[in-house]
């Protein structure tokens, strides 16, 4: 008998197809004979997957191609990426910085740029390696921040008008002083050229030889002798010109005096300074053109003063106007000035004899630590924690020359090789100071002792001509 629910011409039993599109929910009769649920349909959410249904998902060539092209995108853009972290930037600036975000020192203790950037790439290798590779691109990318930033700075100045070179009036005594200093280094400049060419002109004369002579004799430098200086560790020392003295300052505030080569104790200069000595030096007409109740000792100290002292340790003028605490102090050739360098970022030329202070110099962006005079006596250089050595014309008040880079320790000036080492401190060197004649090393420590070294019996030349030419040259 006909459904009348099918199909015209279509009966149950023969011809319904139970796979029709108009029969979705039909599905093959269970075993029991009774009729299945939608919920048994292969489609249903609860239905359990079919065995070896894999070739319903199989992915087709095309398919397969696309997904091989945007891996290999994947692991260009991840080596681009690798490339561009593990590159060192040449800068400087830019080593540093990116030392700084990879959280490094940007600067160890006499190191080079070079020596800088080497750091840089064994750390970043080393981070590579670690698989850290994503705090190098990190590190990178701040880099690359911090340059932007910079170029936008340096973007914003550019309206800004340039720096100008101003003067400013000096007083009558600094004018007076330039006056001096350049007829007195006229002098020592002539005297100085005319020996070179005498020395140039002569036959005899062989510089590598003497150089060589010179090298030998600090190969056998040897330790002479050893005191105790102070209680607490010693700042620096200072020979006088004929080398007879020895004075030496410490922590304690005080500096003392001490008889060459025997290191016997004469005076203390005490009683004034009210915090460590830092630096002491001798005047270069001591036991020369001065008697000893003339000044003859300066000291500098973390008081932000400076004293002048006679040979019996009696004060005789003070030196006063630094802000902030004083480092080295020098002695003009011609004696009639005295040098200090300050942590105030500033150095300072003063008046021996009246205590004035004829100027004032700035120009180091950080502290300054050190003062020297050339002997002609037309040039001084200071040295700052800026890493900056400058050189200034004291008869024009100018900066000339500007210098990096750092000083070497007992060293060949021939080719920088070591010629020999002085062991025999126990704790840090603080100050070196070498005889006029050259005979004499003393160095002084925080291990609260002064040490004389010497290389008198190998010295080729003879000491009194040597002696008296360089007093004469220093008259």
């Known amino acids: 008998m006909a459904d009348s629910s099918l199909p015209p011409g279509v009966t149950l039993e023969e011809d319904v197809d139970m796979d029709h599109p108009r029969y979705p929910s039909l599905g093959p009769a269970p075993d029991n004979g009774e009729p299945s649920s939608p919920d048994d349909s292969p489609d249903s959410p609860t239905a359990e997957p079919m065995e070896n249904d894999e070739h319903l998902y199989q992915v087709s060539e095309e398919s397969q191609r696309a997904r091989e092209r945007k891996e290999q995108l994947v692991q260009q853009l991840l080596m681009r990426r690798r490339a561009t972290a593990l590159a060192v930037p040449t800068n ?45 691109v990190q590190a990178h990318e701040a880099s690359a921040d911090a340059h932007a930033d910079e170029a936008h700075h340096e973007t914003v100045q550019d309206d800004v008008p340039p720096l100008q070179l101003f003067y400013t009036e000096g007083s009558a005594e600094l004018l007076e002083a330039r006056k001096q200093i350049l007829r007195y280094s006229l002098r020592r400049s002539w005297t100085r050229i005319e020996r070179a060419k005498r020395k140039r002109n002569d036959p005899d004369e062989d510089e590598d030889a003497e150089i060589d002579e010179v090298l030998k004799s600090m190969e056998e430098t040897s330790l002479d002798c050893s005191e105790i200086g102070d209680g607490r560790p010693l700042s620096s020392c200072s020979f006088s010109p004929d080398a007879s003295l020895l004075a030496t300052s410490s922590w304690t505030g005080v500096a003392k005096l001490w008889s060459m080569p025997d290191v016997q104790h004469l005076a203390t200069f005490k009683g004034y300074h009210t915090e460590r000595v830092t630096d ?64 105030d970022k500033t150095w300072r030329l003063w008046d021996v004899s009246t205590g004035i202070e004829l100027l004032l110099q700035e120009g180091h962006s950080r502290s300054v630590y050190g003062i020297a005079f050339q002997q002609d006596g037309a040039l001084a250089a200071s040295c700052g924690m800026d890493a900056l050595s400058r050189v200034w014309d004291l008869r024009t008040g100018k900066s000339i020359l500007a210098l990096e880079g750092h000083v070497k320790a007992i060293w060949s000036g021939r080719d920088f090789k070591p ?36 290389h008198y019996k190998s010295w080729s030349y003879d000491k009194s001509e040597f002696m008296n030419e360089t007093m004469s040259n220093a008259e």
């Not at 975000?101 to 390696?129: C, Q, S």
Request: proline share 2%.
């Open 280 to 343: 002491v030096v001798i005047h270069p007409g001591a036991c020369k053109s001065q008697d000893a109740g003339a000044g003859n000792v300066a000291t500098a100290s973390a008081d932000r003063t400076a004293i002048l002292w006679s040979l019996e340790g009696k004060k005789l003028q003070s030196y006063e106007g630094h802000l902030d605490r004083l480092a080295r102090i020098a002695f003009h050739p011609s004696g009639l000035y005295l040098g200090t360098a300050s942590f």
């Open 92 to 136: 400087d600036s830019a080593v540093r910085q990116r030392l700084r975000h990879l959280g490094h020192p940007i600067t160890l203790f006499g190191e080079r740029e070079m020596e800088r950037r080497d750091r840089l790439r064994a750390v970043m290798a080393k981070l590579d390696a670690d698989g850290e590779l994503d705090k190098l």
């Open 419 to 454: 010629v020999k080492t002085l062991a025999g401190h126990e704790s840090k060197v603080a100050g070196i100071d070498v005889s006029t004649d050259g005979s004499y090393i003393a160095t002084v420590s925080h291990d609260r002792t002064i040490k004389l070294w010497s």
